[in-house]
Nanobody, 115 residues
Framework: QVQLVGSGGGLVQPGGSLRLSCAAS????????MAWYRQAPGKERELVAT???????NYADSVKGRFTISRDNAKNTVYLQMNSLKSEDTAVYYC?????????WGQGTRVIISS
C-alpha cells in the first residue's frame, strides 16, 4: 500500500525554524517527483516547493530564500526545512508524490506560527 507519512509540524514563534519530514512507502521513491503543499485556514491549497526525481528544486515566491526542500532517496524521505517563519506560513502542510499518472498525498502536518 502506498503511504506518505508527514511529520514535524508544531507551534513556532515568528522567526523560528521547523523541519518537516515525509516518509514514503509502497512506491519507487527515487523516480517520483516530490512536493510540499500547504493550506491555510480559509484559503486554497497552494504549492510551496518541488524537487524532481533529478533533484531540481523550485519554490513559491512567498517562501523563496527561507525554505529548502530536499530528499534522501536512501530513506525514502522528503524534507522541508523552514526558516525565518512568518505568521503567513501557518497552514497544514501536505507532501505529495507524482508519478505514473497519479498523485499520492500525505495526511498533512500542522504548522502554527504565533507570538
Amino acid at each position: 500500500q502506498v503511504q506518505l507519512v508527514g511529520s514535524g509540524g508544531g507551534l513556532v514563534q515568528p522567526g523560528g525554524s521547523l523541519r518537516l519530514s515525509c516518509a514514503a512507502s509502497g512506491i519507487a521513491f527515487n523516480i517520483y517527483d516530490m512536493a510540499w503543499y500547504r493550506q491555510a485556514p480559509g484559503k486554497e491549497r497552494e504549492l510551496v516547493a518541488t524537487i524532481s526525481r533529478g533533484g531540481i528544486r523550485n519554490y513559491a515566491d512567498s517562501v523563496k530564500g527561507r525554505f529548502t526542500i530536499s530528499r534522501d532517496n536512501a530513506k525514502n524521505t522528503v524534507y522541508l526545512q523552514m526558516n525565518s517563519l512568518k505568521s503567513e506560513d501557518t497552514a497544514v502542510y501536505y507532501c505529495n508524490a507524482e508519478g505514473w499518472g497519479t498523485n499520492y498525498w500525505g495526511q498533512g502536518t500542522r504548522v502554527i506560527i504565533s507570538s
